[in-house]
Nanobody, 118 residues
């Protein structure tokens, strides 16, 4: 079993920045990819950013140029640097890890709230 613990969410004004962290621990064999999803109130969960074990990273168009995903493989940690935040970025952000022994869909964190408001 793998546990994911997220941190870094909070309340920020429009134009501000936050950095989310997600630490994976437990029975980790081989991580395939680490992802960040978000779910706004009344909306479906959506993929925001993904990074493979080989370091290939991409973000969705709505956050391109503002969000950056990165990892510290030695610490099994994935980060999401969020700059120039907008009110529409308000959501619960979830860490997701795809791992060779994981069930379908991978492992999920508990989520961290990000609120962008003046």
């Amino acid at each position: 079993q793998v546990q994911l613990v997220e941190s870094g969410g909070g309340l920020v004004q429009p134009g501000g920045s936050l950095r989310l962290s997600c630490v994976a621990s437990g029975s980790i064999f081989s991580i395939l990819a680490m992802n960040w999803y978000r779910q706004a109130a009344g909306k479906e969960r959506e993929l925001v950013a993904t990074i493979t074990s080989g370091g290939s990273a991409r973000v969705v168009d709505s956050v391109k140029g503002r969000f950056t995903i990165s990892t510290d493989n030695a610490k099994n940690t994935v980060y999401l640097q969020m700059n120039s935040l907008k009110p529409e970025d308000t959501a619960v952000y979830y860490c997701n890890v795809e791992e060779v022994m994981a069930p379908a869909g991978g492992y999920w964190g508990q989520g961290t709230q990000v609120t962008v408001s003046s």
